[in-house]
């Protein structure tokens, strides 16, 4: 039994890294949307896996946060800003997906090392569960260094939240009210997030962040 | 001895009976799920001996080597498909070839593909024989990864003791076998020519890739390679079946209860695969060739990923 709840804990930790690399694999926008509720829909099982094996009820809580607010609302809302700017078509320039995935490689391997290290002789399952959580961070940081469409960059910035609220659960004792907090600032940062890419687009005509470069004098 | 022989001899006609069925059956399915209603499923067969009845035709250029190439790609991936354990495992011949070993024999019939195509010197000819060894160049380093994952788990290479290894209960979920699960799902889907990145069922010359290698061959020739092409996806099927499906393989045992259980449960997972690549072919688009690379460097990726997360794992 023992050995089913780790393995069941390690294929959904991992399950998370493997959608954080498709997040990076994907290059259009609607796509990566989708992908992103998967993302939230994983953090959501994993949570309420570690809530039933750690007999913490309110776990289950964030687990039904992170359902609600990240794999629906959150989407829903980001899909119809898509639409109403209509930049469905656009095909972001990732600076080659290849290259993007070789990076996330590393820095998961990056993680693995750290992590392994810094954690010795704890739980093998809280190990694993910190490793992966890092590699989840790193990888939305990734993210939001290679796109340039604001819209990208705020589901890599969620994808950062994800890693956290993992790392969270997994490490035994985040109270609940710091996970509420976490999550109402995740979501006061979508709404200013998104009223930024208004303003942005009024200004500008575009959500590609290389305009504003022009703008802070640094092409010329 | 004998019975050695018998029953290797049985899994090479089972898998030579079975491959034109298997492809029978997914075009079957893809023409129930577009509201066709479909050739019959022995429409293969009929393909087959009518091919085999036909003249071959030559292009006066045609060196010998285009004459040899359909029995030296059929014997290939026949001989591959007698090392994957179907019904059960551990036949006379797993043992002196292992999951490398048929790596290379697949690969060597792809060369020799290639050749073929180039042969002739028609435009179309060289267009796929490129095509196809830009895919199968990425295509082989993703399978070897995946190989190494799976033989660091394992602890083999040997198909034989993988599938036993895979079958029994020391083997738990690892995310590692997941994610070789995926990449070799993907390679598969790229070394048959299947629909995202290459379409079985086209004649639109700019898409083609395998299509536009065997456009040249005809008669007794075409048959073989169609055949073989059928034999190819069969060998993927059983081999994904054996590796992260072994359920119901006969593994020491060879009693005529337990052979009979291997050969049903092998049916059932040929029946559940066909199925389900006929679906994700209804429900997908062709890729552009440009993005071959990415989907295949993907595949690459999640090897080196499985290989990497089983060193974390075996540090603890």
Not at chain 1, 128 to 138: H, K, N
Not at chain 1, 186 to 207: Q, Y
Not at chain 2, 29 to 37: D, N
Not at chain 2, 113 to 140: H, K, N, P, Q, Y
Request: glycine share 8%; charged share 15%; proline share 3%.
């Amino acid at each position: 039994m023992r050995g089913l709840v780790f393995d069941i804990a390690h294929v959904l930790a991992g399950t998370l890294v493997l959608v954080s690399f498709l997040e990076l694999y994907q290059d259009r926008l609607y796509a990566l949307l989708n992908v992103f509720a998967l993302h939230a829909l994983v953090l959501a099982l994993s949570v309420a896996w570690q809530a039933y094996i750690q007999n913490a009820p309110h776990l289950y809580i964030t687990a039904s946060i992170a359902l609600v607010f990240k794999a629906i609302i959150i989407p829903v809302s980001l899909h119809r800003i898509i639409v109403l700017f209509g930049i469905h078509r656009e095909i972001e320039t990732v600076g080659g997906v290849g290259l993007t995935m070789l990076a996330g490689i590393g820095l998961v391997a990056l993680s693995m090392v750290v992590m392994l290290r810094v954690t010795a002789g704890d739980d093998p399952l809280t190990r694993e569960d910190l490793a992966f959580a890092l590699s989840v961070v790193l990888l939305g940081l990734l993210m939001m260094v290679t796109r340039r469409n604001a819209v990208s960059q705020v589901i890599g910035f969620m994808s950062i939240e994800n890693g956290l609220v993992l790392a969270a659960t997994g490490a035994k004792g985040m109270p609940l009210v710091v996970e509420i907090s976490v999550a109402f600032s995740i979501l006061v940062a979508f709404i200013v997030v998104g009223i930024f890419l208004f303003r942005i687009r009024e200004r500008f005509d575009t959500v590609d962040l290389r305009a504003l470069d022009r703008f802070r004098g640094e092409q010329g | 001895m004998i019975r050695d022989f018998t029953l290797q001899g049985a899994q090479m006609l089972l898998v030579l009976l079975l491959a034109p069925l298997l492809t029978g059956f997914v075009r079957k399915v893809k023409a129930r799920f577009q509201r066709r209603l479909g050739p019959p499923l022995i429409q293969p067969y009929r393909d087959l001996i009518r091919l085999m009845r036909k003249e071959v035709v030559l292009a006066d250029n045609a060196s010998w080597l285009f004459r040899i190439n359909p029995y030296l790609i059929f014997a290939a991936t026949w001989v591959a498909a007698a090392l994957v354990p179907t019904f059960k495992t551990g036949l006379l011949f797993s043992w002196s070839a292992d999951l490398i070993a048929l790596i290379a024999l697949l690969g060597s019939a792809r060369f020799f593909l290639a050749l073929g195509g180039l042969d002739v010197g028609t435009s179309f000819g060289g267009i796929g024989a490129s095509r196809e060894m830009m895919i199968a160049s990425l295509a082989e380093p993703a399978m070897i990864m995946i190989v190494f994952t799976l033989a660091l788990v394992a602890g083999s290479t040997q198909l034989a003791t993988m599938a036993a290894y895979m079958n029994s209960p020391e083997v738990g979920l690892r995310m590692s076998l997941a994610l070789g699960l995926v990449a070799l799902i993907m390679v598969a889907i790229a070394e048959n020519a299947r629909i995202p990145i290459d379409n079985p069922a086209t004649h639109l010359e700019l898409t083609m890739v395998h299509e536009a290698m065997v456009l040249e061959y005809s008669g007794r020739h075409l048959a073989l390679i169609e055949f073989s092409a059928s034999l190819k996806l069969l060998l993927y099927i059983s081999l994904l079946a054996c590796l992260f499906a072994p359920w119901g393989l006969a593994v020491t045992k060879a009693d005529s209860i337990s052979l009979a259980i291997g050969v049903l449960a092998y049916l059932g997972k040929l029946l559940v695969s066909g199925f389900l690549l006929a679906l994700f072919e209804t429900t997908i688009a062709k890729m552009r060739v440009f993005r071959v690379p990415e989907f295949l460097g993907a595949a690459l990726m999640l090897g080196l990923l499985g290989t990497l997360l089983l060193f974390v794992s075996r540090s603890f």
